[in-house]
């Protein structure tokens, strides 16, 4: 099983998460225009870089620039932030390590 395997498989196990995927930056990627979108509002609003993006409605999106233009992004059951965020803190040291192909 290969980092990024382990990597997915351990933060889908963290409670409320239904997926997990690591997103390179594309022009087509979702994850990317959520955190541009983002960066847009802090610019305007002079608030500074954006780290994570969280989003609640239906369903709960955290979205975490992990560098070198990638996102981690995760998906689930609203209420689960403080886990979620807990979650990628202690895999972060890992995710850094992957150097593979990502979607």
Not at 64 to 87: I, M, N
Request: no cysteine; net charge neutral; hydrophobic share 40%.
């Amino acid at each position: 099983m290969s980092m990024l395997s382990r990597l997915l498989t351990a933060l889908e196990q963290t409670p409320g998460v239904h997926a997990a995927t690591l997103h390179a930056n594309g022009p087509h990627s979702d994850s990317t225009g959520l955190h541009n979108g983002a960066e847009r509002m802090t610019k305007v609003a002079s608030l500074g870089r954006v780290l994570q993006v969280f989003v609640e409605g239906d369903r709960a999106v955290l979205l975490d620039d992990v560098g070198d233009g990638r996102h981690l992004h995760l998906e689930g059951t609203s209420g689960q932030f403080g886990r979620w965020r807990y979650a990628v803190e202690r895999h972060r040291p890992l995710i850094g390590r992957i150097h593979e192909e990502v979607a």
